[in-house]
């Protein structure tokens, strides 16, 4: 395998194995796709967004960010305060049991709202930072220059596959999530989830 493509895949391979989890923009794109709702509009701003913040960590801004303690713990501040916000309304939606019905058949929010939504999950969302200007931009940082666009483009390929799957695929569930009790396993899971990781992330900032 020549080196471009070699660096291609290390790129689709780092970029795949940080994208299969449960977060706060996993869910959010589930969810639009469930709802049937801007999903080419939110695929678009998740998948961009991933491109341009993985473009600058392999560029160095991982290193800058790495001196500038001050920042960090600003923006870990700023992360905890949206996980457990996230966390706060996903238990709500689960103690109120909203089904398919209220969630993906209810009133539809305008694009703007959705746009606005899809922003916050991603840029107030720390753990987005972490993998793509801190973790994809450490091991980018490795590859010889004159292969870190094809590194780059094999992340950002992963992006494409995962979002574009996650988004238009949702619709496949829709039979399984017309039931209440499947929301309720939904965002009680993803309340649980986000607490834990707001928590994990508040005894960072504060050891830091």
Not at 18 to 39: D, I, K, S
Not at 79 to 105: E, I, P, S
Not at 173 to 191: Q, S, Y
């Amino acid at each position: 395998m020549d080196p471009q493509s070699s660096a291609w895949l290390a790129g689709l391979s780092l970029g795949a194995s940080l994208l299969v989890a449960v977060g706060a923009q996993n869910t959010f794109v589930l969810r639009q796709g469930l709802r049937r709702e801007h999903v080419g509009a939110v695929v678009a701003v998740c998948l961009g967004l991933d491109a341009i913040l993985m473009t600058l960590g392999v560029d160095g801004v991982a290193a800058a960010l790495g001196s500038h303690r001050a920042l960090l713990a600003t923006m870990g501040g700023a992360g905890v305060a949206f996980l457990l916000w996230y966390a706060w309304q996903a238990a709500r939606r689960a103690v109120a049991g909203q089904a398919l019905a209220t969630q993906a058949g209810g009133t539809a929010q305008p694009l703007r709202v959705v746009l606005l939504q899809a922003l916050a999950c991603t840029l107030l969302n720390p753990h987005v930072y972490l993998d793509t200007l801190l973790l994809v931009g450490a091991v980018g940082a490795q590859q010889a220059p004159t292969l870190r666009p094809a590194f780059i483009a094999g992340c950002v390929s992963a992006s494409a596959i995962w979002f574009v799957g996650l988004g238009f695929g949702a619709r496949l569930l829709a039979p399984v999530f017309a039931r209440p009790a499947a929301w309720r396993w939904l965002d009680g899971g993803v309340a649980v989830t986000m607490g834990l990781l707001g928590l994990r992330l508040a005894a960072g900032v504060l050891r830091a």
